[in-house]
């Protein structure tokens, strides 16, 4: 059955196109003040370890996609848990990396 164009839709179909994956959703957070740990969205391996060089050394990868609640995340305290990392969670556009930070509260979508 087709949908009714007078009946809006929530979350709008732009919400879920960004909120789906973690380096739009990122993106957004930030253009819209929200805050954050700095981030990056590698492409590729030699550059998620130079992006983890810059974040501190300590990153949380996350696939862009299907990640949630600790699900599809690595914490990478080392080059070679990064490596690790990007062989289990990188999809064809990379991974995203936040740099660790202590936290109280986390906001979720």
Known sequence: AA?????PIRPSPAALVTVRHKGRQNAAFASAGLPQPAFAAPATCDAAHAAREALGGVVVAKQ??????????????????????????AGPDGLLLE???PFEAEGAV
């Open 64 to 89: 862009f996609e299907g990640s949630y609640d600790g699900y599809g995340n690595a914490t990478c305290h080392s080059a070679a848990d990064l490596d690790a990392a990007w062989d289990r969670l």
């Open 99 to 101: 740099a660790w930070a």
């Open 3 to 7: 949908l009714r164009p007078e009946l």
